[in-house]
């Protein structure tokens, strides 16, 4: 759960929130971000201390989309203001967050082989990362920078896009993304899930000026689609 604010003294309940869950502040241009990590268990309360902010107002709460699937349920949950909203599977009913913002993220995964030049390479994968967590790219490999070709996929990360489409037919009116890792192949060990020394840039060097691409051609094609 994230917001951005200034410029008030706010106390935000965090419902089965364990002590030791992360509050991470970061601050972009004239305004702060705090995300709060939830764990479970316990209330606790988070306060933002208005000498430390920085604008009048807030843009709105949010979250990030990619664990949660294609859920009408959490969806709800998450972006509407209803006052009960049960999930599937759940026999009691919590009440709705409203949330304002949705986070997209662009993912870097797949399970294509590509043949470079007469070498088989694929995406490196690790034990350290939940299967649910390798978001799909929609740039397969390096042939062809047209997003028309077949080196791009754009029925890739269907769940993802659903739940964007859940959250603005709701309460959302500010949509974001952001990128966890550019797509396997352009980083030095072919793998999403990090670099091997983890105090260098996983990115190759040549792969600075693809990356952005991708990132504003995935942008500007869910612009438009």
């Known amino acids: 759960m994230y917001g951005w604010f200034d410029g008030m003294s706010i106390e935000v309940p965090i419902v089965n929130m364990l002590p030791g869950s992360v509050e991470e502040n970061q601050s972009i241009g ?10 479970a268990n316990a209330d606790y309360t988070v306060k933002a201390d208005a000498a430390t902010t920085l604008i009048s107002s807030w843009d709105g709460w949010g979250t990030s989309l990619y664990v949660f699937g294609d859920r009408e349920d959490i969806a709800d949950l998450l972006f509407t203001t209803k006052d009960a909203v049960t999930l599937n599977g759940s026999t009691s009913s919590l009440p709705a ?7 997209y993220n662009i993912g870097g995964s797949a399970n294509n082989v590509v043949d470079d030049s007469g070498t088989e390479v694929s995406m490196e994968t690790s034990d350290n990362m939940p299967a649910f967590k390798l978001m799909e790219t ?15 996929n754009w029925d890739a990360d269907a769940k993802q896009r659903a739940m964007v489409g859940l959250a603005t037919q709701r309460d959302v009116d500010i949509l974001e993304a952001f990128s966890n890792s550019p797509p396997w192949w352009m980083t030095n060990n072919h793998a999403t899930a990090g670099g091997d020394d983890g105090d260098k840039d996983n990115l190759e060097d040549w792969n ?10 995935v942008v500007s094609h869910a612009r438009t689609s």
Request: glycine share 2%.
């Open 30 to 39: 004239n305004r702060r971000k705090v995300e709060v990590f939830v764990k």
């Open 97 to 103: 967050l409203g949330l304002t913002i949705a986070r």
């Open 138 to 152: 929609f740039w397969l490999d390096w042939m062809s920078k047209d997003p028309t070709s077949t080196s791009w």
């Open 208 to 217: 600075h000026d693809q990356f952005a691409l991708y990132l504003a051609t």
